[in-house]
């Protein structure tokens, strides 16, 4: 971290996996950098991982109290790096899968290296379950209306190619130069009146932060009926096998 960009590496365990732990050290990041000198952060992860999602091994037997406590929680963590006061670039190092996918949309741009065998997107309907309001209000500003059905209704998993084409993310880097390019990026934004950026950013994302509150809650409900569907429970257990 310096005066003008704070670098900030994920690196909490197999694949980035969320579970509570990771989230909590995400949100403390984030406070960290909010409350530092830096004007803005470049945001990655470690090895061939930005973050392969939630940590399923972790979750798959809560019940659904302990599911909707933790879907809360990774709500309130997304939205506290998407609410951040200051500009962060994700530098997508690596797979950004489901819940990993949502910690890169969160972020004001997207930087992916460019490796024909990183993938990045929104599987969760292959598994049966849907997606929560924070996924569905910050995808539906990202990106564009006609990309909304191959990347959130059929929930393919993109090559880094495909996912710029679609707007998913903004633009790509050679994987050995992704965090220089991320961090110019960052060096860019951060070289404007902070005043100025804040206000803007605080402006376009005020009406989408609105609208995921308002449907918070019954988002929520209607996501626990697909997870805990007989169809989601097979699948997800077969994955968790795969993964064990």
């Not at 951040?84 to 990993?100: D, E, F, M, S, V």
Request: hydrophobic content about 50%; proline content about 5%; charged content about 20%.
């Amino acid at each position: 971290m310096n005066d003008e960009v704070a670098v900030l590496r994920l690196s909490g365990g197999k694949a980035n996996a969320m579970t509570p732990d990771l989230l909590d050290t995400l949100a403390r990041m984030v406070d960290g950098f909010e409350r530092g000198p830096a004007a803005a952060a470049v945001l990655t992860g470690y090895e061939r991982f930005f973050s392969g999602g939630l940590a399923l091994t972790h979750i798959i037997d809560f019940d659904a109290a302990q599911m909707r406590g933790f879907i809360e929680h990774f709500s309130r963590t997304m939205v506290r790096v998407f609410a951040c006061g200051k500009p962060i670039i994700a530098a997508i190092n690596g797979h950004a899968i489901a819940g990993g996918c949502v910690l890169a949309l969160m972020c004001d741009w997207r930087i992916c290296a460019d490796d024909p065998d990183v993938r990045i997107g929104l599987n969760e309907t292959q598994l049966g379950i849907g997606l929560p309001a924070i996924v569905i209000e910050s995808l539906r500003a990202a990106v564009p209306p006609a990309s909304l059905v191959p990347i959130a209704f059929e929930g393919a998993l993109f090559a880094p190619g495909d996912a710029l084409a679609l707007g998913l993310v903004h633009e790509l880097a050679p994987g050995d130069a992704l965090i220089t390019r991320a961090t110019a990026k960052a060096r860019t934004i951060a070289a404007l009146p902070s005043a100025a950026v804040a206000q803007v950013k605080h402006s376009l994302r005020a009406p989408i932060l609105e609208r995921i509150a308002r449907t918070a809650d019954a988002d929520a409900t209607r996501w626990l009926d697909t997870w805990f569907s007989a169809p989601a429970q097979e699948r997800l257990r077969a994955v968790v096998a795969r993964l064990r």
